[in-house]
């Protein structure tokens, strides 16, 4: 569906530093305060992917209007608004919907799902709080449980009913409390995150062969490099600046700013020499080419440039505009074209589980011991940069722990296959196998044996036989 909502984000100060205008080029204010509220509560980053999310519902909600159905409106009663949202994830989001005892409706997840379920969800129910906190929305919020509210007054009730405090739950002597579902009108059940495996080494390559049949120019090529060696995000690879590069000697490594970090440099990013010789003659070419003003790589880094160049603000990839390259620009115009070309369908974001998987297989193929194994994969999880780096490593072990025992399987097969063609090549010599122990053989085995053997023959001695004596 062609989205007719359109974004432009403005610079310098002001109360809405994006706006948003509908399909008849008019400003769609609700949309716009919720995006100046949205950039005040987290970032600006959020508050453009919230967008690209709402956006697809609203251009939803206005086409069936157009198409002569029943008006709709952002702002109907909830009922109504509830009953839309359901239509839209059934329809356009493929996902399944049913009606829960309690009230609230679960949503499953199918093959057809969008991966922004989730995003949608939470970016609908923040649109309706800040309506709300505006006085633009008078009823409820349709994206709350309507029971939440008497649950959560009951369980404040019942808590403060006189009776004396409870035991830690974690004594192990009081049954812990019943933890309550979230107070979300629709809630996704059967949801966990696992990471999208790509274990394919021609991945890249794949990819930038693509990109060479629809015309990538060297900037393109550095970035899709810089994603797969240094498994960074595309925001962050856009997003690097000559002064990031500088800062870590010029040579293949990067400060980078982080998820969640707001611009601040937190972290480095480290992609192969090859690529920082490529990098260096992209900026002294296609980046001049984008921008005449700018000068070379050398007269940047030797203070020769105009006094008011600020090279903190000298972005290391542009838009044919001059501007600095956004990660919609790249994944959009360039990665998903690409991917067209070479016959695959991947997200840009697959770059970093692929290098994700790469680094863990070589830590597996490579180290020593398992100490030296878990050592690297600390290693492995301060460099991503994860906060909770074990669980989200865990992830992955789910496709490797499947893997290397597979790994200790061919040895075992290897083994038998090894023992039953020696013993093929045995009796193809004319060797027979040795005969199977009679029962006589045994029984003088164990009476040879239990001289030597103190506990058999005080066993033999209970049995009311001592270790000499006639077995028959």
């Not at 709402?54 to 209007?65: A, K, S």
């Not at 002569?68 to 109504?80: F, I, K, L």
């Not at 100490?371 to 989200?392: H, P, Q």
Request: glycine content about 6%; hydrophobic content about 35%; overall charge positive.
């Amino acid at each position: 569906m062609e989205l007719g909502c359109r974004i432009v984000t403005r610079s310098g100060p002001g109360c809405h530093p994006v706006l948003v205008f509908d399909r008849r080029n008019e400003l769609h204010l609700p949309l716009t305060i919720f995006a100046g509220e949205a950039v005040k509560r987290s970032s600006s980053g959020t508050a453009r992917l919230y967008l690209n999310a709402l956006i697809p519902f609203f251009d939803w909600i206005e086409i069936d209007q157009s198409n002569g159905r029943d008006h709709r409106s952002w702002n109907d009663p909830p009922e109504a608004i509830r009953q839309r949202v359901g239509d839209y994830l059934v329809e356009r989001l493929k996902c399944k919907t049913k009606e829960h005892h309690a009230g609230f409706q679960t949503v499953s997840l199918t093959d057809g799902t969008r991966t922004t379920i989730r995003v949608f969800l939470s970016a609908l129910k923040l649109f309706y709080r800040i309506m709300r906190t505006q006085d633009r929305y008078k009823h409820a919020n349709p994206l709350v449980d309507r029971l939440s509210p008497i649950l959560a007054e009951v369980e404040c009730r019942t808590a403060g009913n006189g009776l004396p405090p409870r035991i830690p739950e974690t004594s192990g002597v009081v049954p812990p409390r019943k933890r309550r579902l979230s107070d979300s009108y629709f809630k996704l059940v059967g949801e966990s995150w696992t990471p999208q495996i790509i274990d394919d080494p021609e991945f890249p390559a794949r990819i930038l062969r693509g990109g060479c049949d629809v015309g990538w120019r060297l900037q393109e090529q550095c970035i899709t490099r810089i994603l797969f060696e240094s498994g960074c995000r595309v925001s962050e690879a856009v997003g690097l600046t000559l002064r990031d590069w500088a800062a870590r000697g010029m040579l293949q490594e990067a400060q980078a700013f982080s998820k969640g970090s707001h611009g601040r440099r937190v972290k480095f990013i480290r992609f192969s020499a090859a690529t920082a010789k490529l990098l260096r003659r992209c900026f002294d070419t296609d980046r001049r080419q984008l921008n005449p003003d700018c000068y070379r790589l050398d007269v940047n880094l030797h203070g020769t440039r105009d006094p008011g160049a600020n090279l903190p603000d000298v972005p290391l990839f542009l838009t044919r505009r001059g501007t600095q390259l956004t990660a919609k620009t790249f994944r959009e115009g360039c990665w998903n074209p690409a991917c067209r070309a070479a016959g695959i369908e991947a997200d840009v974001h697959q770059a970093r589980h692929w290098y994700v998987t790469q680094a863990m297989r070589s830590i597996y193929e490579t180290s020593a011991s398992q100490t030296d194994i878990d050592r690297r994969l600390r290693e492995l999880i301060e460099y991503m940069g994860w906060k909770s780096g074990w669980e989200t490593l865990q992830a992955y072990q789910h496709y490797f722990d499947p893997q290397r025992h597979s790994e200790i399987q061919d040895r075992l097969h290897q083994r038998l296959d090894a023992a039953l063609k020696n013993e093929l090549a045995r009796r193809s010599d004319g060797r027979s196998m040795p005969a199977a122990p009679t029962a006589a053989s045994q029984a003088s085995t164990v009476e040879s044996n239990s001289e030597c053997d103190p506990d058999l023959e005080y066993l033999l001695v209970l049995g009311g036989k001592r270790a000499g004596d006639d077995r028959r």
